[in-house]
């Protein structure tokens, strides 16, 4: 009797750790896209000098910077919207979660990108 009370207690506790978990990854999900969505916005706001700082981002990396510099801001800033909508959408949420990690360029932040790919995964 006294072993299936304890059991019943872990089993307890380990319902209450995954329902927290549960709620701590839909909070960062949506977190995720609500900051996916600001940025796209502040893009929006300042798109010329955002576009400036994409053709000299073009320029440097011997692309056309006069050709390239709409389309690829547009781009940019059409992505973001995008993500931010596949991770507010339940059946999509793998996808935005995949289309999120994938935007960090630096090579040290590749772990935490795994790390927000896994979390996000889990929950759905």
Known sequence: MIEASNSIKTLDARIKR?????WLV?????????????TAGAKLA???AFAKNVSELL?????NYERWMWPTTLAVITAEIITAVLLLVSRTVRI????????TP?????????LKYA???AAS
């Open 46 to 48: 300042t798109a010329k």
């Open 26 to 38: 839909r909070i960062s999900r949506f977190g995720l896209a609500a900051l996916f969505l600001f």
């Open 106 to 114: 630096k090579p040290e932040a590749k772990r935490f990108t795994k």
């Open 96 to 103: 935005g979660a995949y289309s999120s990690s994938r935007d």
């Open 119 to 121: 979390m996000i995964v």
């Open 18 to 22: 995954l329902s927290f978990l549960k």
């Open 59 to 63: 320029s440097a990396s011997g692309f």
